[in-house]
């Protein structure tokens, strides 16, 4: 372990934030959830870098780790099985377009 | 100092993560988006290689590579023409995006590189023992994880359930 804990940390707050500047600048839903998946590896690497660096015997941050990765998986399912019926009914998928469901 | 192999590895990766992520949110193609957030995450499974994690860096590239990045392309295809792009976003929205994303990277930064860490005696170099992990996995005594992982099987059927019905023609 030649690498300190703060470069992973430093990578991983970059990944973090630009993940937020997707988020809020992107317009389609589809890039807007790749912006969430990038934020949320983001997180998985931080629990990862913690457990071995500062608890090295025990696997938490790991397990902790592969629940999210499932959690991710099946969130990104279900938001995109939504995104197509969206587009299948207004037939687009940008937010500033999809104005019938506001209220 | 002499630089060793496993450092010139840390330094590509991260090279790839930071380069291709913000690629990914910045290209106006949403394919190529799609592939640079492919090599951001086949670059997370080499940090956990790198960090001895070999079972979490199968999990991340069969999960999020092979499962929901397949998904993305598909829906794209779904969703969109070929070659298409997205339309130019608004100068101040780009203008807010860029100051909540560089004012909380400022601060977060900040405060990691400020910070001391107790760092543990001796880190160990070793891998995992695939044993310990499947022990852990499956057992319900203290730090063994069977409850969590019944709940995230549960979710699972709920999810294919719901993307079943929601996403079926009428």
């Known amino acids: 372990m030649s690498i300190p804990m703060e470069f992973y940390l430093v990578v991983s707050t970059i990944m973090f934030f630009t993940g937020v500047y997707g988020f809020i600048t992107r317009h389609n839903m589809l890039a807007i959830l790749m912006s969430l998946e990038l934020i949320l590896n983001a997180v998985n690497v931080n629990f990862v870098v913690f457990n071995r660096f500062l608890f090295p015997g025990q696997m938490e941050g790991m397990f902790f780790s592969i629940f999210s990765i499932g959690v991710a998986a099946a969130e990104t399912a279900v938001a995109i099985a939504i995104i197509i019926n969206v587009f299948r009914n207004m037939k687009k998928i940008d937010t500033s377009e999809v104005k019938n469901m506001k209220y | ?170």
């Not at chain 2, 976003?89 to 001391?116: E, H, W």
């Open chain 2, 1 to 170: 100092m002499e630089i060793t192999a496993s450092q010139i590895i840390f330094y590509i990766l991260s090279a790839i993560i930071v380069g291709c992520s913000i690629m990914s949110v910045v290209s106006r193609k949403i394919l190529r988006a799609a592939t640079y957030l492919l090599f951001v995450l086949i670059a997370t499974a080499g940090f956990y290689v790198l960090l001895n994690y070999h079972f979490l860096a199968a999990i991340q590239i069969s999960v999020y590579v092979g499962g929901i990045l397949v998904l993305f392309v598909f829906s794209i295809f779904l969703t969109s023409q070929v070659g298409e792009k997205m339309p130019q976003v608004k100068l101040s929205r780009r203008i807010a995006g860029l100051i909540v994303s560089l004012g909380g990277a400022a601060l977060t930064l900040f405060v990691l590189l400020t910070q001391n860490y107790p760092y543990a005696a001796k880190v160990s170099e070793s891998e995992i023992d695939m044993y310990a992990i499947g022990q852990s996995l499956m057992g319900t005594e203290r730090f063994q994880y069977l409850l969590p992982f019944e709940a995230i099987s549960v979710l699972l059927l709920a999810c294919i359930i719901t993307g079943i019905l929601v996403a079926r023609k009428k």
